[in-house]
């Protein structure tokens, strides 16, 4: 019988990302390893599950950095033609033979901070794991917004691995926090093994703010753009995007899957009803 854990690895990169490489290399002595990705990038995709075109699992050889090892070695990985969600609910349902211990989502080109959260694919493979009641963790590396599409050799991913690391072996050891789904940990670009972190809660600002697409005719083939930005006179010294972006550390949020307004269910009936009749 197996004792080892079993690490699940996703991404929403793609399984050619280095990103996802540097996780295999920072957790290969940990426990078995399940990597499974999406076949091309799916980075902004959030939790979505649109109609599946291709459902086909593909073996295929992914080559992780010498991080922990003397050398480069191959592992045994999967890709499929779906979204990150798609991807991790294959991974559990038709490719695992027994219950996966954790799942590691990333290490994600670009940051994932802020109001937004909800559309990374990042974020929201490790929400889909979390779904089926597996302990989940989803990392990024602060880059610049040229890398966010593309893969990139000049990326350094070795600190965020060792925060990967890190991590993971605290999940695998003492679990998650109390009333925590999974852990959303941003790395800082300039970090180094020895940056320190701090448990951090999602800002209220948005950081990813969309752009007009500068279109002049409604047929014209442009998309919207994004910048990133933030209010520091009004950003929290608490958020992800002040420990990240300002004190250069790494921010760990503790998650939820229950999104419930608690201060609004003693409030409800207050406002939205009339002397305890509802309105017509």
């Not at 050398?71 to 999967?78: D, L």
């Not at 500068?214 to 933030?230: A, M």
Request: some cysteine.
């Amino acid at each position: 019988m197996n004792n080892r854990p079993l690490i699940l690895i996703t991404n929403d990169d793609g399984i050619e990302s280095p990103g996802l490489h540097a996780s295999v290399a920072a957790l290969a002595d940990l426990g078995d390893l399940l990597i499974i990705a999406p076949k091309q990038q799916q980075t902004g995709s959030g939790r979505s599950y649109p109609r599946i075109k291709d459902a086909a699992i593909y073996p295929i050889t992914v080559t992780a950095p010498a991080y922990y090892t003397d050398k480069t070695r191959e592992y045994s990985a999967y890709m499929v033609d779906m979204t990150p969600a798609q991807t991790v609910d294959i991974g559990v349902l038709d490719l695992a033979t027994r219950p996966i211990d954790v799942c590691v989502s990333g290490i994600n080109y670009g940051e994932n901070i802020g109001s937004g959260i909800t559309a990374s694919g990042t974020v929201g493979a490790a929400l889909e794991a979390a779904i089926l009641g597996i302990p989940s963790l989803a990392m990024s590396l602060e880059t610049l917004p040229q890398y966010h599409f593309n893969y990139s050799n000049e990326i350094d991913f070795r600190a965020s691995a060792h925060f990967t690391r890190y991590f993971t072996q605290q999940v695998l050891s003492q679990g998650l926090p109390p009333k925590t789904d999974l852990l959303k940990i941003d790395v800082p670009s300039s970090a180094t093994m020895e940056t320190a972190w701090r448990t951090a809660r999602v800002s209220r600002q948005s950081y990813y703010v969309p752009l007009p697409s500068g279109r002049t005719e409604l047929n014209e083939q442009k998309p919207l753009g994004y910048t990133t930005s933030y209010n520091p006179d009004t950003l929290e010294p608490d958020s992800d995007i002040y420990i990240t972006m300002i004190d250069k550390q790494v921010a760990v949020v503790p998650i939820q899957i229950d999104m419930t307004a608690e201060n609004a269910l003693s409030s409800m009936d207050q406002l939205y009803r009339n002397g305890g009749k509802q309105l017509c």
